[in-house]
């Protein structure tokens, strides 16, 4: 049986997320699953799906990625998969927290080592989040 699609959204996208955090084995497993729980409670039109192997996240185009490394859950927001413009001013991004670092005009990184630590900037990730989809086309 096919599965039915619709634009950009394929509906076997958020059960390969279930699939690979259900296989991983990693000690900061907890914590990935509370920043996909953010990201996605951030805004009901997002949705998500593998790519690059991770856990990633879109509207119309994908705007996050989940990277999880030894010792922290790192969040690549981007405006697509090329960095277009190397300048790290950033965009216009709420950031109540100081939570972004700037890897190029388009492209932030946020890094939570703890469940502690996420929990507590919850708020400003969703303003975060908010913030970037509204620069996607």
Wanted: aromatic share 6%; net charge positive.
């Amino acid at each position: 049986m096919a599965l039915k699609k619709s634009k950009n959204i394929n509906i076997s996208e958020t059960a390969d997320v279930d699939a690979f955090i259900k296989n991983l084995d990693h000690p900061l497993k907890a914590e990935l699953e509370l920043v996909r729980s953010v990201i996605l409670g951030a805004d009901p039109r997002i949705r998500e799906g593998i790519k690059w192997n991770s856990p990633s996240f879109h509207v119309d185009e994908y705007f996050a990625t989940i990277n999880i490394r030894k010792d922290v859950v790192l969040i690549i927001l981007h405006l697509g998969a090329k960095v277009k413009d190397n300048s790290t001013a950033g965009l216009a991004i709420p950031d109540p927290d100081g939570l972004l670092e700037w890897l190029a005009k388009d492209r932030a990184a946020v890094r939570f080592a703890d469940m502690e630590s996420i929990k507590k900037h919850r708020g400003a990730l969703e303003k975060i989040v908010r913030g970037w989809i509204r620069y996607l086309s």
